[in-house]
């Protein structure tokens, strides 16, 4: 992993190019996408099936057909190793009973006139989520996106999975079963996305498509966006480790390993003020690397986005952190309360030695979609509002009207919008 030191003079553009991230811009890839949704809107099936066979090499006669029948899923139930449906029935309740404590209710009162306010909240009617199954399939994110859905009121919950070559990780389906899924469709990619937004013959289109995806999954996603709305633009997964010296250094090693083994393009970056300590983990990330499955990715992932940053101390390292706005922060120090008050941007924060980001992706309750590429500035991980919508209520009486009336005929005519004005005034002529 390369080193970079936050009392460089070159730092600032050092950092700036590590962690630029704007693939999503790229025109070709735009170009491509737009095709694809455009052909799903005007042809349907029949595109969804052309490009789910050029793409997913996954050919069916009819679009029907991609859809994943209750009597398989059942034999996926059926089949699953009982070790890992109990523990995917384990962390669906987890993440259930976290996500319960987001309910949002309706509520309303009543002014000194008798005008009633409120605000009325309401699940979506129709979600898709959209499950990566390319490099590797994720039945974590099923849980971590079906369930926020059903403890919000959604009705009825589409998901869309790619099958490549026709293959069908089990433990999806059965993640989809446990948290709900009500119907489940193998497609993948651009059409994919299309196909939930625009509708077909046979796909329902949805109002929310929600869920992580590559690079033409997000460049959809953008593009759909209006049409229906998005959870967010999710970019390669993020890692950001602030540590005092202390913690195991096989640890943090493993930590870094964990987000760079998603894909290449993934980011794992450390923090600490102690030069001796980043060698630590460089030797640890050495001697463990070759022992991973997914070597090859994690290296690329370390090699190309990676970095250990010598930083002056642990304020530093926050102030940076802030900056950087991580998906995942781990706070690896003896006091991480301490510092805990002073993080104000992170997707997820990982607080003490052994709190590893890892089990925040399977178990520890809260949904693992989160803002990447610096949108925790702005965005929230996924949740139980992504799912509900919030309508303003608005009751005057006879008695409120004379105020709010005439105060709307003032402004409205402030605004040359005479119809408004008169629209207010016809009730307070009516008044006894």
């Known amino acids: 992993m390369r080193r970079l030191d936050t009392r460089d003079a070159d730092f600032e553009r050092d950092v700036r190019a590590l962690t630029a991230w704007e693939p999503a811009l790229d025109a070709a890839v735009n170009e491509t996408v737009a095709a694809i949704i455009a052909a799903v809107d005007t042809r349907g099936d029949a595109a969804l099936l052309e490009y789910t066979a050029q ?79 390319g490099k590797a399939s994720y039945p974590s994110s099923v849980l971590m996106t079906a369930v926020p859905a059903k403890v919000a009121g959604v009705p009825e919950v589409i998901m869309a999975v790619p099958a490549p070559g026709g293959e069908l990780n089990e433990l999806v389906l059965v993640a989809a079963h446990i948290a709900g899924v009500d119907r489940v469709f193998t497609m993948g990619g651009a059409q994919a996305v299309a196909a ?43 890692i950001l480790v602030i540590c005092d010296g202390s913690t195991d250094p096989d640890w943090v090693a493993m930590d870094l390993f964990s987000q760079a083994e998603h894909d290449e393009n993934a980011q794992a970056l450390l923090l600490c003020p102690d030069a001796q300590y980043l060698d630590a983990v460089q030797a640890s990330i050495d001697r463990l690397l070759p022992q991973m499955e997914r070597a090859e990715i994690i290296g690329a992932s370390l090699a190309g986005r990676g970095a250990m940053i010598l930083t002056r101390d642990l304020d530093d390292a926050v102030a940076l952190s802030n900056r950087l706005a991580p998906e995942h922060l781990e706070l690896s120090v ?18 003490g030695r052994y709190t590893s980001e890892a089990l925040g992706d399977y178990c520890a309750g809260p949904s693992h979609v989160l803002p990447t590429s610096r949108t925790a500035r702005f965005c929230s991980p996924l949740g139980v509002y992504d799912f509900q919508k919030r309508s303003s209520l608005i009751q005057c009486s006879e008695r409120g009207v004379r105020e709010l009336g005439a105060a709307a005929s003032v402004l409205a005519r402030g605004e040359s919008l005479t119809a408004h004005a008169r629209s207010a005034e016809m009730r307070l002529a009516n008044e006894d």
């Open 55 to 133: 793409f997913d090499g996954l050919v069916v006669a009819q679009a029907a057909e991609l859809e994943v029948s209750p009597q398989r899923i059942a034999a996926a139930c059926a089949a699953v190793d009982a070790t890992q449906r109990e523990a995917l029935e384990y962390a669906a309740a987890r993440v259930r009973a976290y996500h319960e404590h987001q309910l949002q209710g309706s509520w309303q009162f009543e002014d000194e006139d008798g005008n009633l306010l409120g605000q009325r909240v309401t699940p979506i009617d129709r979600a898709g989520l959209y499950v990566p199954g």
């Open 334 to 351: 003896a006091q991480p309360e301490a510092l805990l008050d002073k993080v104000r941007q992170a997707g997820a924060i990982f607080v």
């Open 196 to 238: 939930l937004a625009c509708g077909t013959e046979t796909v329902p289109a949805v109002d929310k498509i929600v869920g992580p995806g590559n690079i033409y999954v997000a460049t959809a996603k953008r593009q759909v966006f209006g049409r229906v709305g998005i959870d967010m633009e999710a970019g390669p997964s993020e």
